[in-house]
């Protein structure tokens, strides 16, 4: 271990008058951590993980590596999973619509907001060569635009590969805004980033344009299956999903119109070394169940803004690694996406029906809350 990676922690127990001798315990590479993933660095948070699966995604099994503090979320996602290989599994379907980053310029009146506009979209192919020059691994998909008075805010939208890409996004829309500023007088950059990306926050833009990976997840489940696995009915939990994760959603002012995606997206992604803060993106989303003319229940959901990678950030921790080694992603970015899609709609399918059943409370009672 470096001397000032103990040295800095030996600081702060002085003069808090602590032990963080649990921090100062881990097994990743210090190297690695250090000028990639954390700045400043005394050691790591260790966050139980347990696993769930087999899952049964496109023919194709997969473990899933869940890591968490809530008791009953692991137990639950694993009871959906055996749903999937008793029931031909779930079929996924992933489309990259793209990383983003969405800088904002300021004009002298709308005219001018208007031409620049112009510019830009004339300007398209000069503009992606100079993106694309950044990393060979990165190709500008499109630049949309808006304008509000005087300011004129881009969104560029790229192909990062198998990388979540946030950080290539960055440095292409960097170099671009630079290019811009040379060729076009007339327009001044305020920000790199305008909130126009929208990069960690919930955004109807993102959920009805898309960003990262869209991911659609569906399951048909026999009536059988249902009363066997869940203890329930296909009615029952189309009765759950249309009251609490459509009609509750509208009632609160939700942008999350599902149980808990974002349960699932944590659990995996703290796993899998994934930006944390993207889970709020994740929580986006949308379930839907029907009954069937057999009396079998459809299953779905849709997430609108995936942003993952298997590449790049903290993917290349040690532990990290492991973890999906244990998922057995092996065709890049878009698969992981869709057995993260399917791990969500197992996540969903189990908790719409523990509470069609009448279970929950005794779930986490028996789960969540064991004796210390």
Same mark, same amino acid.
């Given at each position: 271990?470096?001397?000032?990676?103990f040295?800095?922690?030996?600081?702060?127990?002085?003069?808090?008058?602590? %032990?963080l001798?649990?921090i100062?315990?881990f097994?990743?590479?210090?190297?690695k951590?250090?000028?990639?993933?954390?700045? $400043?660095?005394?050691?790591?948070?260790?966050? @139980?993980?347990?696993?769930?699966?087999?899952? !049964?995604?496109n023919?194709k099994?997969?473990?899933? @590596?869940?890591?968490?503090t809530?008791?009953?979320?692991?137990?639950?996602? $694993?009871?959906?999973?055996?749903?999937?290989?008793?029931?031909?599994?779930?079929?996924?379907?992933?489309?990259?619509?793209?990383?983003?980053?969405g800088?904002?310029?300021k004009t002298?009146? !709308?005219?001018? %907001?208007?031409?620049?506009?112009? =510019?830009?979209?004339?300007?398209?192919v000069?503009?992606?060569? &100079?993106?694309e020059?950044?990393?060979s691994?990165?190709?500008l998909?499109?630049i949309n635009?808006?304008?509000?008075?005087?300011n &004129?805010?881009?969104?560029?939208?790229?192909?990062?590969?198998?990388?979540?890409? +946030? $950080? +290539?996004?960055?440095?292409?829309a960097?170099?671009?805004?630079?290019?811009?500023?040379?060729?076009y007088?007339? *327009?001044?950059?305020?920000?790199? %980033?305008g909130?126009?990306?929208?990069?960690k926050?919930?955004? =109807?833009?993102?959920?009805?344009n898309?960003?990262?990976?869209? &991911?659609w *997840?569906?399951?048909?489940?026999?009536e059988?299956?249902?009363e066997?696995?869940?203890?329930?009915?296909?009615?029952?939990i189309?009765?759950? &999903?249309?009251?609490?994760?459509?009609?509750?959603?509208?009632?609160?002012g939700?942008?999350?119109?599902?149980?808990?995606?974002?349960?699932?997206?944590?659990?995996?992604?703290?796993?899998t070394?994934?930006?944390?803060?993207?889970?709020?993106?994740?929580?986006?989303?949308?379930?839907?169940a029907e009954?069937?003319?057999?009396?079998?229940?459809?299953?779905s959901?849709?997430?609108?803004?995936?942003?993952?990678?298997?590449?790049?950030?903290?993917t290349?921790?040690?532990?990290?690694?492991?973890?999906?080694?244990?998922?057995k992603?092996?065709?890049?970015?878009?698969?992981?996406?869709e057995?993260?899609?399917?791990?969500?709609?197992a996540?969903?399918?189990?908790?719409?029906?523990?509470?069609?059943?009448?279970?929950?409370?005794?779930?986490?009672?028996?789960?969540?809350?064991?004796?210390?």
């Open positions: 271990m470096k001397d000032h990676i040295a800095r922690r030996k600081q702060l127990e002085k003069e808090l008058k602590i %032990s001798d649990n100062g315990y097994s990743q590479d210090s190297e951590i250090e000028g990639h993933s954390c700045e $400043n660095f005394i050691g790591c948070a260790q966050i @139980p993980m347990g696993v769930a699966g087999p899952i !049964l995604v023919g099994k997969h473990y899933l @590596p869940c890591a968490t809530e008791g009953a979320l692991v137990a639950s996602v $694993n009871r959906g999973c055996k749903a999937s290989r008793e029931s031909g599994g779930i079929r996924v379907i992933c489309e990259n619509v793209g990383i983003t980053r800088p904002v310029f002298r009146n !709308l005219a001018e %907001s208007f031409q620049f506009v112009e =510019w830009i979209h004339n300007n398209t000069a503009i992606r060569k &100079v993106c020059s950044t990393s691994h990165l190709k998909i499109k635009s808006q304008i509000v008075g005087k &004129v805010f881009l969104r560029f939208s790229f192909d990062t590969g198998d990388a979540m890409g +946030m $950080n +290539m996004a960055t440095i292409a960097d170099d671009a805004c630079a290019y811009i500023l040379e060729k007088n007339g *327009a001044r950059l305020i920000s790199l %980033s909130n126009y990306c929208i990069d926050k919930p955004s =109807w833009l993102n959920f009805i898309g960003r990262g990976k869209k &991911v *997840a569906e399951i048909i489940i026999s059988k299956k249902v066997e696995i869940f203890h329930t009915s296909p009615k029952k189309v009765e759950v &999903v249309s009251q609490k994760n459509l009609l509750g959603s509208v009632m609160a939700s942008m999350g119109f599902n149980a808990h995606f974002a349960n699932v997206v944590a659990a995996i992604f703290l796993a070394g994934q930006d944390s803060a993207h889970v709020v993106e994740g929580s986006l989303g949308i379930t839907t009954i069937e003319k057999n009396g079998d229940l459809y299953f959901c849709y997430l609108p803004d995936l942003i993952c990678g298997t590449v790049g950030g903290g290349g921790l040690k532990t990290q690694k492991e973890a999906f080694q244990i998922m992603v092996e065709d890049g970015a878009i698969e992981f996406a057995v993260i899609g399917a791990a969500v709609l996540g969903e399918l189990s908790l719409a029906a523990s509470l069609a059943e009448g279970s929950l409370a005794k779930a986490h009672e028996e789960l969540g809350r064991g004796k210390d």
